[in-house]
């Protein structure tokens, strides 16, 4: 039995899972941090992979962007494959002066201007999408254990990309450290299915001081994020 958007079968896919959005970080992760892996699926070229990290089976499968495809992959493998603690290893851009490029951010909460959400819920109600307190404490606890850079705090989960019309200033006012496009739709879905879900971020950009990172210190910056992952992944 597969679901509509993979191609593996029941058993495939481990109870643990990093969700990167790009398909080459998935391999890449595959590749470089689990032993004995087996690809899955590459349905819309959409890499997934099953290993073992530190003898524990994960698994890892790259997403797409945005709230729609993480829905839509959070959904089919929490409710179909059994997935269980669901880690999105992804960038984000910093909007606050206090959050630097190169940190390692753990989001606590994803504000959102998505009507995705609000439709679940109505007018009435804004549902405040959440990390898994578990997996944020673990993380937190690890990161210091790793000498990782990170913070943690509100994000900001974004439908468009290219969007001039966001209040930069209120949000960052409010508390909001960076902008990124999924993790609202992950603690979501999550919270749904009683899963447990942690994005963890890499901070790629800055629109404080228009920073970016290179491609070589990308992948270093990535590799520290990946770790910091799936050491609370399997621990926790």
């Known amino acids: ?41 590459s349905i819309r070229n959409n890499f997934g992979f099953t290993g073992k990290y530190k003898g524990n089976p994960i698994s890892v499968q790259s997403t797409g962007m945005g709230i729609p495809s993480m829905c ?58 959440l990390a898994n307190f578990d997996l944020l404490s673990s993380a937190v606890k690890n990161a210091a254990r790793l000498n990782i850079p990170a913070k943690v705090g509100n994000i900001v989960t974004v439908d468009r990309f290219y969007d001039e019309e966001i209040d930069q200033a209120k949000l960052v006012k409010y508390g909001v450290l960076a902008v990124e496009m999924e993790t609202a739709g992950l603690y979501t879905t999550a919270a749904e299915f009683g899963a447990k879900a942690l994005s963890v971020l890499t901070v790629s950009d800055s629109f404080v001081t228009h920073e970016v990172l290179s491609a ?5 910056n990535f590799n520290d994020m990946i770790e910091l992952a799936l050491e609370t992944a399997i621990e926790s």
């Open 216 to 220: 070589e210190e990308r992948e270093k």
């Open 1 to 41: 039995m597969s679901s509509p958007h993979n191609a593996a079968e029941i058993g495939d896919i481990a109870e643990t899972i990093l969700l990167p959005g790009d398909p080459l970080r998935a391999k890449h992760i595959a590749e470089n941090f689990l032993t004995d892996a087996v690809q899955y699926t």
């Open 72 to 129: 839509i992959y959070a959904h089919e493998l929490i409710e179909t494959y059994g997935v269980r603690k669901l880690f999105r290893v992804g960038t984000c851009g910093a909007m606050h002066a206090d959050v630097k490029v190169r940190d390692v951010l753990l989001a606590q909460g994803a504000t959102t201007d998505s009507s995705i959400i609000r439709n679940i819920f109505g007018a009435s109600i804004n549902f405040a999408p």
